[in-house]
């Protein structure tokens, strides 16, 4: 409702008149909101608090089954109730169906009336034929969140998001109504690689530790463990948690972060803000190379291309089919992907395992043993290679960009960092890569910051 420039004009009849329809509009909001089924949260100290938190930019870091998602659908219902168009986006349809199902739940009445509109197949729940509504989508990167926007972001599961959502997407969706930002999360283990599409695991924790302490109001944080959701069966969880590895019970019940040494990094050089790039048309006149990583439940090989005037690599393709395939329909599809380009080498494999780049020689596809045989010695020279910033590695290559950044020395039981690869057999793409860079001595360059050359010209 808008008020006269001069309220004192509408004189003592008028402003009486006015107050009556404040009455009246208030009244229809009581009632409606007396139809409303929230939860009740007097038992949960901390997520009421997160719910009634009126910052612009708040975060939640908080355990498993810690009511996190009831918490984001209880926001999402008092922003509709408000009159504002909320957008929730999570990585994955199952969770989308658990906040859907809280929002329903709370709303039921109102859309059995009539007075909410609800599409089941694009997830809104809404006034009819208006843009204010709760939006429900699955979101994790800068394409999945393009083409909406809203008076309230939430952000669930937010340490599997890749950073250019923030970054790149809902900051200006934000700008016309100086809207309010959602992030929630449960820490995510560095130690493992993991489906997460953030370039950097650790974002939404470093993110959450950047504003801890924030003192402008524009911030506020929130932690809660699993255990302060008291709606969970205390001796199922329990249970639980007596079964659960340490290391689990930090991170996925007190929802603590991993506290690595960096140090411990093996591959720290690698600079996720320079040497990630976005996918481009690689020239079919670079040379290729590829990395083979053998194994008969998790093959693996990672393509490279060099630019021949910088001498750059680059990632451009991994190749991670999992089990089942033979050694001819690994050539075949190798064989496809290095259609009209030309692959002047291909390395893989210990030195145990020459009968089987035999097995790959003999089909077509040739295979050679590194030329390094020292696991740590290949470290060393990629190691050398990214601090001389001649790598870079293609935002799509998912899984090598996860091992890059938990690929870890093991910590012995006094501490101290030791020479052993914490679980090595996992680290597929890191393994490929060592044995076909380490074939090459890196070259010099003007400088470590230097950014790579693209060009737009036909892929491959």
């Known amino acids: ?84 168009r909320v957008v929730y986006g999570v990585p994955t349809v199952q969770q989308l169906d658990t906040f859907w199902r809280e929002v329903k739940n709370a709303l039921w009445q109102l859309v059995q009336d009539g007075f909410y509109i609800e599409n089941k197949t694009e997830h809104t729940i809404g006034l009819p034929n208006s843009e204010i509504a709760i939006v429900g989508k699955t979101l994790w990167n800068a394409d999945t969140a393009r083409g909406t926007f809203g008076a309230i972001i939430i952000l669930d599961e937010f340490q599997l998001m890749n950073e250019s959502v923030w970054e790149d997407v809902v900051q200006p969706m934000l700008f016309d109504k100086n809207g309010q930002a959602v992030f929630i999360f449960t820490p995510p283990s560095l130690l493992e690689p993991g489906i997460s599409k953030a370039r950097d695991p650790a974002y939404a924790s470093k993110m959450f530790k950047e504003h801890k302490d924030d003192s402008s109001g524009l911030w506020q944080t929130f932690h809660w463990t699993s255990h302060d959701n008291p709606n969970l069966d205390r001796e199922g969880l329990a249970l639980g948690v007596a079964g659960m590895a340490v290391d689990s019970y930090r991170r996925e019940v007190l929802a603590e972060d991993d506290d690595l040494n960096p140090a411990q990094m093996i591959y720290r050089a690698f600079d996720t803000t320079t040497q990630i790039i976005p996918d481009f048309a690689v020239s079919e006149t670079w040379p290729r190379y590829v990395g083979h990583d053998f194994g008969g439940a998790n093959p693996a090989a990672l393509f490279f291309a060099q630019d021949p005037a910088t001498g750059y690599f680059y990632a451009y393709h991994e190749y991670f089919p999992g089990r089942g395939l033979s050694t001819y329909e690994h050539i075949q599809a190798f064989t496809l992907l290095a259609k009209g380009v030309t692959v002047l080498k291909r390395v893989g494999g210990s030195h145990q395992e020459d009968e089987i780049r035999q097995g790959y020689t003999a089909q077509g596809w040739p295979i050679n043993e590194p030329k390094i045989l020292n696991v740590n010695a290949r470290i060393d020279r990629v190691r050398a290679v990214m601090e001389k910033n001649q790598l870079f590695v293609f935002e799509s290559l998912r899984r090598l960009r996860q091992e890059l950044t938990t690929y870890l020395w093991k910590i012995d039981a006094d501490g101290r960092i030791t020479d052993d690869i914490h679980n090595k057999s996992a680290f597929h793409m890191c393994d490929a890569m060592a044995y076909i860079l380490s074939d090459f001595t890196p070259e010099r360059v003007a400088s470590i910051h230097r950014r790579p050359v693209r060009r737009d010209i036909a892929r491959f």
């Open 1 to 84: 409702m808008s008020l006269p420039a001069n309220i004192e004009a509408l004189g003592l009849d008028g402003i009486e008149a006015l107050e009556q329809v404040f009455r009246q509009e208030k009244a229809k909001l009581d009632a409606t909101a007396a139809r409303v089924k929230l939860r009740e949260w007097g038992d949960h100290p901390s997520a009421l608090e997160f719910i009634e938190s009126k910052a612009l930019r708040k975060m939640a870091k908080a355990g498993r089954r810690g009511a996190k998602t009831t918490a984001a659908a209880m926001i999402a219902v008092n922003g509709l109730l408000a009159n504002k």
